[in-house]
């Protein structure tokens, strides 16, 4: 994609940040009430609600820069070039060979700035099926965890928000179901590609058994193709930095942030004498600034929101984890909890695209230099044109299996229920690479995984990565599963809706000429990682000798610590995780303040 060629206005500079700090040695204090590690997508939702009390001080400690001023971070349609591995944006992450994907490693992306994913991610606003929560309930043995009860939270959370454009959106959502007072902006998209769009509603009409049309993803029933969401609002990102660290909330006394401070551990262990099971206490977090080492003492909490990634990462190298493997590295077990770090479900997509005639695709902007410009050009003057989304996904579909499909024999169905998806198909008109010429695609992802990885240390060096195993397609159900997704893909392609004018022309992979084996194949070699990692820090019942949190995000068998971020997630909804890791966020602080009342 070519560097935009203008200079971006001088206004982006001008939101003066003075809480967020910069230079450690400029901290007030490093006694706290709250420490919170990670100033991420749930982070951020943590320490604004917990500082609405202003009797309770909090830090924030966030290894990566500030998000101020970053123009990819910005403007949706640059969201490739502050996420990609490489940026000084990014942990540049990479995963071990993964067998069930030909052995392909692949480059895990997670933001490394203030907001997390929530700064760098494509901005997907999608929530799940009812069936996923109240699976999260069952599992916890927790009604709060429940559809009906964590609704309230996609309410607080939210602000609908007019797109870009100001196009008359009746009949793309349901307002119903929507919040319109919180900190995070979501709207449709603000730019039309009215030529393919058109063609993905007919198809909804003229396919209406396999593909209905669905006014709003975002209700709990997500099923049927629908407008896509996203956390854009007046043609920017809408992150966990710029909704809930405003200048007005960024300036309450009684919250600092401290930006290039990378945690390594928990320290200061003690065990309590007062209680009869004697629980484990840390008192404080060891982070890197620059070469030193520093500690931040929380007097009531610890809360970990580093994802689901650096989560787990901290605890194995504070002795919280399996002590096989502890020992192996030689790190003392504080705290015997096999399960950190395990059970990581992601998932799978893979797509087809073809050739089309038309030059109404996203290649008309990337691939002609003066278009671009112009295109940046109109953002940079009025927040408008297509730099106001992402790379276009106009819309969305959430399928199922067919009920009676011969993968069920294999593994029992791995969904949550009879109205949650195990595929999404994202629709764009572009394609998956740079190729001359216009294209479409349809992304297809396997969204009910049956198959299981890992996040484990690779050495006793706290800043060391750590090792990545997504146990990408290592069920063999998983990898069938998504070639049948592939089909459903190509038989929306065969809707009239594109084939009545010669709009569609050839596919960029002659996919249904495949044999079955060849499909699935073929599938191995040609996915990849939705970004969409949790579990390793997963929510079991209280008192259950797996998991490690309670129900309340408390870490099993320690006092004053506790997980608020994707990690608690115990399987992977059917759904990209921005909105859930919110909501989780969102309830966690409640939870928080439920206990310090």
């Given amino acids: 994609m070519f560097a935009p060629a203008l200079t971006i206005l001088a206004f982006f500079g001008t939101l003066g940040f003075c809480k967020v700090y910069e230079n450690v040695a400029d901290l007030p204090s490093l006694q706290y009430d709250f420490v919170i590690v990670g100033g991420g997508t749930a982070g951020n939702v943590v320490a604004s609600r917990l500082t609405e009390d ?9 290894a990566g820069p500030s998000n101020q001023g970053v123009l990819a971070a910005q403007v949706p349609f640059l969201s490739i070039e502050v996420s990609d591995t490489g940026t000084p944006y990014s942990w540049n992450y990479t995963t071990t060979p993964q067998t069930g994907a030909d052995g392909h490693v692949f480059d895990y992306l997670r933001g490394y700035l203030l907001g997390g994913c929530s700064s760098h991610n494509g901005m997907a606003y999608t929530r799940g099926a009812e069936a996923d929560f109240d699976r999260y309930a069952n599992l916890t043995g927790d009604e709060g965890w429940s559809w009906n009860q964590i609704f309230p939270y996609f309410l ?4 609908w ?3 870009a454009d100001n196009h008359n959106t009746q009949g793309q959502y349901n307002p119903a179901v929507h919040g319109t007072d919180g900190p995070i902006s979501v709207s449709v998209s603000g730019f039309s590609w009215s030529e393919f769009e058109q063609r993905v509603i007919q198809t909804t009409k003229e396919l209406p058994d396999d593909f209905p049309f669905n006014l709003d993803m975002n209700s709990g029933k997500p099923l049927g193709i629908g407008w896509f969401q996203y956390t854009i609002g007046h043609g920017e990102r809408s992150s966990s930095a710029t909704g809930y660290l405003t200048p007005e909330i960024i300036q309450r006394p009684n919250l600092d942030v401290l930006l290039h401070a990378q945690v390594s551990k928990l320290v200061n262990v003690t065990q309590s004498r007062a209680l009869p099971i004697e629980p484990i206490t840390f008192q404080g977090v060891q982070f890197r600034y620059g070469t030193s080492l520093f500690v931040a003492k929380a007097s009531k909490e610890i809360i970990l929101s580093a994802g689901a990634i650096g989560t787990p990462q901290i605890l194995l190298n504070s002795g919280i984890g399996d002590r096989t493997a502890l020992n192996a590295l030689g790190i003392p077990t504080v705290l015997n909890l096999p399960s950190v770090g395990k059970n990581v479900s992601e998932h ?3 797509g087809v695209s073809w050739a089309v005639n038309s030059n109404q695709t996203v290649e008309s902007i990337t691939q002609n230099i003066t278009r671009y410009n112009e295109a940046f050009a109109e953002w940079n003057r009025s927040h408008t044109g297509p730099f106001v989304d992402p790379s276009a996904g106009t819309h969305a579909g ?7 499909s011969p ?14 998806p195990h595929f999404e198909m994202l629709l764009q008109p572009s394609a998956f690479a740079g190729t001359p010429g216009h294209f479409i695609s349809f992304t297809m ?6 198959s299981r990885g890992s996040v484990t240390l690779s050495s006793n060096d706290p800043f060391a990565a750590p090792l990545i195993d997504l146990g990408f397609l290592s069920s063999e159900f998983d990898a069938l599963a998504l070639a049948e997704g592939i089909k459903l893909a190509l038989k929306f392609a065969s809707a009239p809706a594109w084939n009545h004018d010669g709009y569609l022309g050839a596919p960029t992979v002659d996919i249904a000429a495949m044999t079955p084996a060849e499909l699935t194949a073929h599938v191995r070699a040609n996915s990849g990682p939705g970004y969409h990692i949790v579990g390793t820090a997963g929510m079991s019942p209280r008192g259950a000798q797996y998991g490690v949190v309670d129900p309340d995000l408390k870490v099993k068998g320690i006092a004053g610590l506790r997980v608020i971020d994707a990690s608690v997630v115990p399987i992977v909804p059917g759904a990209h995780t921005q909105a859930v890791t919110y909501v989780v966020a969102e309830r966690g602080a409640d939870l928080v303040k439920q206990t310090w009342n």
């Fill in 54 to 62: 202003s009797s309770v001080s909090v830090l924030v400690l966030e």
């Fill in 156 to 159: 607080k959370n939210e602000k």
């Fill in 161 to 163: 928000t007019a797109p």
């Fill in 348 to 350: 799978a997509y893979s």
């Fill in 398 to 404: 959430w399928l199922r299996l067919n009920a009676s």
């Fill in 407 to 420: 993968l069920f024999k294999i593994h029992p169905d791995p969904s949550p229920g009879p109205d949650a």
């Fill in 445 to 450: 992802a396997m969204v009910s995984p049956v």
